[in-house]
């Protein structure tokens, strides 16, 4: 595997800049033992909540479907970082 990066830094804009953003990935194999997967499992597993903390979850996604998808997109889109890429180069990838 292979990452390229040159990023063009300017201080007095927020917006990040990219001018050559390159990923190569060739074929190789990975093996993993199933001691060190379930362990990586485990840890990356969200702990129980109560019903409580779901109910209020639940409650929250229910009061956001309910409304126009627009003002959603609306709030996130002016919310987002933009990130500008003069060359993005992904070398062929066979999965």
Known sequence: MELS??????????VQQYRYFKVLVQ????K??????NGLIAYLAPDEISESVARQRFMN???L????????I???SSQEQRDFYDLLHFS???V
Do not use: N
């Open 5 to 14: 990066i040159l990023k063009r830094v300017t201080p007095y804009s927020a």
């Open 65 to 72: 479907s309910r409304q126009p998808l627009l003002t959603h």
């Open 61 to 63: 996604d229910v009061q």
């Open 27 to 30: 074929e190789f194999h990975v």
């Open 92 to 94: 062929p990838l066979k």
């Open 32 to 37: 993993l033992d199933i001691g060190f997967v």
């Open 74 to 76: 609306a709030v996130i």
